[in-house]
T-cell receptor, first 115, second 113 residues
Framework: AQTVTQSQPEMSVQEAETVTLSCTYDTSENNYYLFWYKQPPSRQMILVIRQEAYKQQNATENRFSVNFQKAAKSFSLKISDSQRGDTAMYFCAFMIPFGNEKLTFGTGTRLTIIP | DGGITQSPKYLFRKEGQNVTLSCEQNLNHDAMYWYRQDPGQGLRLIYYSQIVNDFQKGDIAEGYSVSREKKESFPLTVTSAQKNPTAFYLC??????WGYGYTFGSGTRLTVV
């Protein structure tokens, strides 16, 4: 079974600073996908970024980027120039494609951006 | 606009009652999922369905039931056998095959009174 671990339950950072959220996972599969989801106070789950394991290039989406280290099974999220709207729970998730395609989630990191 | 709709937003259940949470999508997605969210535990999979008239148990299916009679709809029934049903429930849908991310509904908060 796959597991996803987020070891930082809470983090806070000053507005405009950069913050990195950690995620590690455990799998024996070689082909998989990794995701970061954001859940703001509205509780709507929003896809932030997606990484394909067979691609060595790290995914980026505007201020959001990942550091994907396949051998170390690490998938951290970096938020640059943090904004108040980034205040949310962030969940790391893992999926094996072409099967049941279940998303396995970590327990989340609560991020607070301080004005 | 395409999306996924959950209703109601808030639901109250008396002890011993069954309640049904609605989930409808107009994204033409094949797969649909139900997750339960509790504080400090992330999201846990209850049931999922990848095709009409077929569904599979997830990690915490006990006390829940589902149906998938239409592609667009995947209702979840919380039965009286679920001993601790108070939680936030999220429905999601996705295309299948290439690791597409899920589209989530806005959730239903269920409280036992």
């Amino acid at each position: 079974a796959q597991t996803v671990t987020q070891s930082q339950p809470e983090m806070s950072v000053q507005e405009a600073e950069t913050v990195t959220l950690s995620c590690t996972y455990d799998t024996s599969e070689n082909n998989y996908y990794l995701f970061w989801y954001k859940q703001p106070p509205s509780r709507q789950m929003i896809l932030v970024i997606r990484q394909e394991a067979y691609k060595q290039q790290n995914a980026t989406e505007n201020r959001f980027s990942v550091n994907f280290q396949k051998a170390a099974k690490s998938f951290s999220l970096k938020i640059s120039d943090s904004q108040r709207g980034d205040t949310a729970m962030y969940f790391c998730a893992f999926m094996i494609p072409f099967g049941n395609e279940k998303l396995t989630f970590g327990t989340g990191t609560r991020l607070t951006i301080i004005p | 606009d395409g999306g996924i709709t959950q209703s109601p937003k808030y639901l109250f259940r008396k002890e011993g009652q069954n309640v049904t949470l609605s989930c409808e999508q107009n994204l033409n997605h094949d797969a649909m999922y139900w997750y339960r969210q509790d504080p400090g535990q992330g999201l846990r999979l209850i049931y999922y369905s990848q095709i009409v008239n077929d569904f599979q148990k997830g990690d915490i299916a006990e006390g829940y039931s589902v149906s998938r009679e239409k592609k667009e709809s995947f209702p979840l029934t919380v039965t009286s056998a679920q001993k601790n049903p108070t939680a936030f429930y999220l429905c999601a849908s996705s295309r299948t095959g290439w690791g597409y991310g899920y589209t989530f509904g806005s959730g239903t908060r269920l409280t036992v009174v």
